[in-house]
C-alpha cells in the first residue's frame, strides 16, 4: 500500500521539494538544511529516518551516472504471464540488477542490469540468460537526452487522488 | 552516431590511496548514514579523512559522476503508481531533435535513444512519464504529441504494472566493500 499524502506534513514535503538535488557538501549537512527550512538538526535527520523507514526515500545520497559509474543496460524479457512472479525472482536474484518491473506488453518483465564493466555486463546477462531459458532483449542507451531524476511531487494531486 | 562508453574515473592520487576511493564509491551507494557528521562517518568507513571524502565528493559532482545529491524518493509509495514507459519508432534522421523535444517536456523524467532490435522490437527512443492517475497520464501524452506534431510516429504505453524491485544502482563488484 502506499502512503497518503496526508501522512507527510509541510516539514516533510519541503523536505522532498527541496532536496531532490542540493545536499550541501559541508561538515554538518543536515544543520545547513535546518536552518535554510527553520528548523533543528535533530528534526531534520528523524524526518529523513522517518521516510526512509516508511520507504519513501530509498536513500539519502549520490545518484550516479549510470553510463560513468560502470556499465548499465536495459533488458526485457517475454515470459508467460502466468509465471511472471517466478521469472521475476529468478531476476531479482542475478547479481547487477537493479530496477525489474512488470510492464503491459508481450515483452513483460524489464529490469536493468549494472556491472563494473561491460565485459562483467555481458557475463552477468548471459548467465541470467541461461537460467532463465529465454532471450534477453539488451537495449543499451545510445544517447541521453534527459537524465535528471527527480521529479516535482504533485502534492494536490496525490491529496484528491 | 554518440555512443555512451563507460569512462573509467581516474583516482586522483593527492586524495589518499585509490583503494579508499573505490571504498568510499561503494559505500555511497548505501546511501549517507543519517547521522550529524555522515562525511565523517563516512571517512572512518574507507579510510580517507572528511575533508578527502568531501573534496572527492565535490570532484565527482564536477566531473558528472554524480549527477545529483540528495533525497532519492520512490514514487510508488508516495502514490504516483502510473509510470509509463512510452516508446517511439522515430526515424533516424528525426530521433535527436525528437528526443531533445521530449526531454524539456516536465512530465518527462528520462528520454534516452536505445538500439532498435528487429524484428522483435522496432522502437528506438523511450521516455518515462509518471503521474498518480492512468488517465492523466495519458492526457498528458495526448497534449505532448499534439504540441510537437509527432502524431505520424508510432508510439507505445507501457504502463508497469508491479515493481519487482525499484533501487539504486550497485557497480561494485562482488565481495567489494
Known sequence: MPCQARDFDTLDRRLIDSYQRGLPVCTRPFHTVAERLGTSEAEVIARLERLQSLGVLSRVGPVFDHTRAGASLLAAVAVPESERDAFAALINAAPGVNHNYAREHDYNLWFVMTAPDAPELEARLETLEVRLGVPVLRLPMLEGFHIDLSFPIPWAELEDA | ?177
Open chain 2, 1 to 177: 552516431m554518440t555512443v555512451a562508453i563507460p569512462i573509467v574515473v581516474e583516482p586522483d592520487r593527492q586524495l589518499g590511496e585509490p583503494a579508499a576511493q573505490h571504498r568510499l564509491r561503494v559505500l555511497l551507494e548505501q546511501g549517507l548514514p543519517l547521522s550529524p557528521r555522515p562525511w565523517q562517518i563516512l571517512a572512518e568507513q574507507s579510510g580517507l579523512t572528511e575533508d578527502e571524502v568531501m573534496t572527492c565528493v565535490r570532484r565527482w559532482q564536477a566531473e558528472g559522476l554524480i549527477k545529483r545529491l540528495g533525497l532519492v524518493v520512490r514514487h510508488r509509495r508516495l502514490g504516483i503508481q502510473a509510470n509509463a514507459m512510452v516508446v517511439w519508432d522515430v526515424p533516424d534522421t528525426r530521433v535527436a531533435e525528437v528526443g531533445r523535444r521530449l526531454a524539456r517536456e516536465t512530465a518527462v523524467t528520462l528520454c534516452y535513444r536505445r538500439p532498435r532490435r528487429l524484428p522483435d522490437w522496432p522502437y528506438n527512443l523511450f521516455c518515462m512519464l509518471h503521474g498518480t492517475r492512468r488517465e492523466w497520464v495519458l492526457a498528458e501524452l495526448a497534449t505532448i504529441v499534439e504540441r510537437h506534431g509527432l502524431g505520424d510516429i508510432e508510439c507505445r504505453v507501457l504502463f508497469s504494472q508491479h515493481a519487482y524491485r525499484q533501487c539504486g544502482g550497485r557497480y561494485a563488484r562482488e565481495g567489494d566493500a
